[in-house]
T-cell receptor, first 113, second 114 residues
Framework: GESVGLHLPTLSVQEGDNSIINCAYS??????FIWYKQESGKGPQFIID?????DKRQGQRVTVLLNKTVKHLSLQIAATQPGDSAVYFC????????????FGKGTKLSVKP | GAGVSQSPSNKVTEKGKDVELRCDPI?????LYWYRQRLGQGLEFLIY????????KSGLPSDRFSAERTGESVSTLTIQRTQQEDSAVYLC????????????FGEGSWLTVV
């Protein structure tokens, strides 16, 4: 979930298990959402996006769920692998714009072999 | 190039000095973005360029920060009279068009102000 302090929330999962990373977004007018993965020392990488006219979108091993009623976004990773260890950020924007994406503070996913 | 390229990758500077950070976007990408990421934090939007339109500077934290872009190529982010609070990773990203396309990030420029 979103952190309110300086320390990132951490999710620790066993290799092979499914992971669910949650995000509460702030603006009810936001209509475009993205999940990014950031490995240590690297820039963020796009994982998957979803528009507000959808409530679910699937990619390869990842699913994003959107609940506009409670302004909640989740990222599900199936069969989590050690290479999935990273910090995951959700981002929101209005009007499909990526120019001023508002990023959450991130969740650190740690995969135990 | 193959990806977004940023330089320097690491910069240590003394408080009060000016620094320039450079970003080479992916060739052909018309949109270019700068973000700042403090340690353990999320990304803060700074500025975005789209083609020949006036840049969106709404995220620049103070007048010590400025950025330029020449056409649809290289961009430089300049921080004048650096302060310790400016210490962060400065991330550049680019995309094909402004809306609805995946943006690709560089590896960032790690700035430490001592």
């Amino acid at each position: 979930g979103e952190s309110v302090g300086l320390h990132l929330p951490t999710l620790s999962v066993q290799e092979g298990d499914n992971s669910i990373i949650n995000c509460a977004y702030s603006n009810s007018a936001s209509d475009y959402f993205i999940w990014y993965k950031q490995e240590s020392g690297k820039g963020p990488q796009f994982i998957i996006d979803i528009r507000s006219n959808m409530d679910k979108r699937q990619g390869q091993r990842v699913t994003v769920l959107l609940n506009k009623t409670v302004k909640h976004l989740s990222l599900q990773i199936a069969a989590t692998q050690p290479g999935d260890s990273a910090v995951y950020f959700c981002a929101e924007s209005i009007g499909g714009s990526q120019g001023n994406l508002i990023f959450g503070k991130g969740t650190k996913l740690s995969v135990k072999p | 190039g193959a990806g977004v390229s940023q330089s320097p990758s690491n910069k240590v500077t003394e408080k009060g000095k000016d620094v320039e950070l450079r970003c080479d976007p992916i060739s052909g990408h018309t949109a270019l973005y700068w973000y700042r990421q403090r340690l353990g934090q999320g990304l803060e939007f700074l500025i975005y360029f789209q083609g020949n339109s006036a840049p969106d500077k709404s995220g620049l934290p103070s007048d010590r920060f400025s950025a330029e872009r020449t056409g649809e190529s290289v961009s430089t982010l300049t921080i004048q009279r650096t302060q310790q609070e400016d210490s962060a990773v400065y991330l550049c990203a680019s995309s094909l068009v402004w809306s609805g396309n995946t943006i690709y990030f560089g590896e960032g420029s790690w700035l430490t102000v001592v």
